[in-house]
Each structure stands twice: as structure tokens, then as C-alpha cells.
């Protein structure tokens, strides 16, 4: 990885209240800060160009609902090729989280994650993807 | 406005990302991109702080519910001091667009948003805040 | 338009927040409220289809940058017949917001904003794409 | 958990839109689709209240920067009462992805991650917040 420095031109107003966020969110320096915003910039078009992505896929539900479990294991299942990881977490007696990382096109991960949230007993469920990393320095 | 220039470092295959997608968004050059991001991060903080806003709220309807315009004028009038003003469009034979430009706090302008979308009738409503400018050079 | 009437069921726990949020919204009652969640659902959908929308392109600048108001009203010229409308308020002595609204394919929409915003002096610029309301009962 | 049952009215048009999206999304039912829809509007209200919340951070990175593993150990570590479990997936050679999971006040949590994903090293975070379940039926 080779790094490149160039020049940027921003008014002092603007640099002035960007140090304050900087130090607030304890970003080491302005190339660091400015890096992530590119990249989540980069990240936002992959994913509406439908490339490969990475999904994380939450699923909270009550685990006393034994046929859920079932279900969510049997999709799971089917469709193993593209799960990378499934987290399980007890928050209390009754609700647990389920986090589930997949690889693959994005609308294809979008609708694998539809018919997961779609599961009678799911309370709550969100995908959120992000780049794999391959082109993303 | 005094702009100030410093340098940035960014891994070349980052910075080849960037410019493409600077070109498709014909920035003029790579500052002016930084700075709309920039920018863009400072707003939503705005917001998260409940600073004053201005907020462009957008109404669906169809306006052939004759009360329902009648509501969403009484509404306004009774808070006309946060309206800057309202632009009516005429989509189709049934369907006009009402954009409504408000000034106040993050919150209040929320408040007031959400009544209005909740009337009978209006088929979308969205509201979206956005900074006064004053302290984004 | 025809009304459909039918059951629905939600354990009471739910359906005693549901109400609160209601309440705080000021809807009407819930099948008011139920309606704007599907709306919403179908909308997000159209948008991700590439449909004809309607586009609310905010922009946020200082007008004493002459240049760019030349610039906003050329590219603006340019693309005439998908613009329905330009508002444009004063927000103090330097800011004004111009509300820029437009219909067309979802894609062609995004692109047309995205060299709006691209432009040197804008401060912010945020699209907003709705339906047309033509298919939205 | 006790269900109740109430009538909706919808327009026939909407009802058949809504319909089409169900069976894609490939919902058991209505009742169930619409369930959803309220608890992401609760889950949302939730987080703006700062209420208690679960925390989903995904962070993308080079493993090969070992001085970031050991950064995100020593963070993680010094907050290890908020923190549920860590998940690690190997992407390629190169990338990892963790995903960490937090429980705690809405704001607090947003503070630990800025810190996490502010690391120099870190290509792409995002914290993503849902309900701890408890009063999400």
C-alpha cells in the first residue's frame, strides 16, 4: 500500500468545527477522518451497484418460540454456501440476538435476509452490508 | 472566508476509487468533494443536537379531499412564524405535491412535521432537516 | 377508491405502545397510521426499482458566489422538462435554500442532483425521492 | 402474550401492493408484516429517547496492522461490561471482520463506537441499534 499526499483547501470556519468532531469521535488526525468518509462514500455506491458485499444480519426474537428455530436454522441452512458466522447472544430470560455474517451479490443478500425478518416471531430484524474489503484500501 | 490548505495522505488504490467517483459526480476537483463531506458530517450532528434547522418537509395527496386541505392550512397558519413558505405542485389530475420550508429547533420542526403527515389523506410525508448555513462556510 | 376492511392481530403489549406513538403523533387512528407505515414500505420499494419519483433536490449556498447561480440556472436550463418547479427562500444575508423540484427514472433523478450538488459553492445538497402518487392509494 | 385483534381499512389498490410485497418478502401473513412495521417505528422512537439498546458495531480491517488489534483489544477490554461478544470472520488474506456487540444507554454506545471506528486502520465501521427486546412484544 503506497500513500499518496495531496492538498486540500477548506475555509477556516469549516476546518475549525471539523478539528472539534475530529477530537470529539478521537480520530488520530484530519487524513484518518477524512479516509473514513471516503471510504463510507465508496461503500454506499458498491453496494447500489449490487457488487459482492459483506452482510450483517440481526435478528432478535424470543427463543421460547422453538418452531422459529427450526425455521431459522433450515433457512440457514439452505443457503450455507453464503453464512459466514452466526452469533447467538441471551439478553434475558426470554429475548435473544442472532447475528448473522453472509457473503454474496448484494440484492441476493438483501433477499435471503427478507425471507430470515419475514419468520413468524422474528421481533425485529435489520441487514446492514458492507464492503469485503478486496478493493477498499 | 480564508481557506486554509493541508495535506492529506491517502493509499493510492483509495484515491483512484475517489477521483472516479468524483468525475461521475463531476466535482470540480477534490477539495470541493471533501468539503460536501465534510459538511454533510457536521449537519447530521447539527440535527443530533437539536440545534436550529431548517427543514424541507414534502406532502403527498390527493387533493380532491377538500378537507384535508383545509387541515393542512389551519395547521400551518397556527405555527406561520416557522414557515418560510409552501410550494404547491400539480403532478397529475388527482395527485399534488406540497413542499413546506420551516425554520426552529431540530426537535420542534420534528413535531410539527409529524402532525402534518399524520392527516387523513396525505399519502407521503417525509421530512428532512437540514443547517441554516450560518456557521457552515 | 374502494375500502377493504380487515383483522389484524398484535399482542396487546404491542398494541398499548403502538397507541402511545400514535397518540404523540396525532393520528387519526390506526388504520390512518397503518396506512402511512405500508406507504412508506411500497415508496422505498419503487425508489429501489427505478421508477418514475418525484425528486426533492434541497440546496443550501451562499448567494453573493454570482458564478454559481449562473451555473444552477444553465444546468437547470439544460435539463428543463424534468423540473416541475424551483423555490427559493432567504435565509439571512448570506444563505439562501433553493427547493429544486423534479420527476423522472429514479436514476436519472439521482444523477441530475448529484452534478447540482457537485457544484462549487454549494453547501449542502440533499435529494428526497417520492412516489408520483399514481399507483399509491 | 395476549393477541388482539382489530379491523384495518385500506384502499383496495393499497391492500393489493402491499400483497405483492408480502409474498416477495414471503410474510407468513399480513398480521405478521405489519408487525414489523410497528416495531421498527418503536425500535426508532427508542433509540432517539436514549433509551437502553443493543448495539451491533461491524468493523473492517486489515489484520495485518497488529498495532489495531491491539488498540481494539485494550478498548474493548476497558469496556468490557458493555460489551456481549465479539465475532471474528477471516474475509480473505487480507480483511477481517469484527462484529461486536454492546448493550447500554443509546449514547453511550454511539460514543464507543466513534472511538472503535475512529482507529487508524479501521476501513469501515458502523454501529448499527436495536431493541433490547424487553418491551417489544
Chains 1, 2, 3, 4 share one sequence.
Request: hydrophobic share 35%; glycine share 6%; net charge positive.
Amino acid at each position: 500500500m503506497h500513500l499518496i499526499r495531496f492538498g486540500v483547501s477548506l475555509p477556516d470556519q469549516l476546518i475549525k468545527r471539523f478539528d472539534r468532531l475530529i477530537r470529539r469521535k478521537k480520530y488520530p488526525n484530519r487524513s484518518e477522518a477524512i479516509r473514513d468518509l471516503i471510504r463510507k462514500e465508496l461503500v454506499a455506491e458498491e453496494i447500489e451497484n449490487d457488487g459482492e458485499v459483506v452482510g450483517v444480519l440481526t435478528l432478535l426474537y424470543n427463543h421460547h418460540q422453538r418452531e422459529l428455530q427450526d425455521h431459522l436454522g433450515q433457512l440457514q441452512h439452505a443457503q450455507h454456501e453464503r453464512i459466514l458466522s452466526t452469533t447467538h447472544v441471551h439478553l434475558d430470560h426470554d429475548n435473544c440476538l442472532e447475528v448473522v455474517l453472509l457473503k454474496g451479490q448484494a440484492k441476493q443478500i438483501k433477499q435471503m435476509a427478507d425471507e430470515l425478518i419475514a419468520l413468524k416471531g422474528i421481533k425485529q430484524g435489520q441487514l446492514y452490508r458492507t464492503s469485503t474489503g478486496k478493493d477498499l484500501s
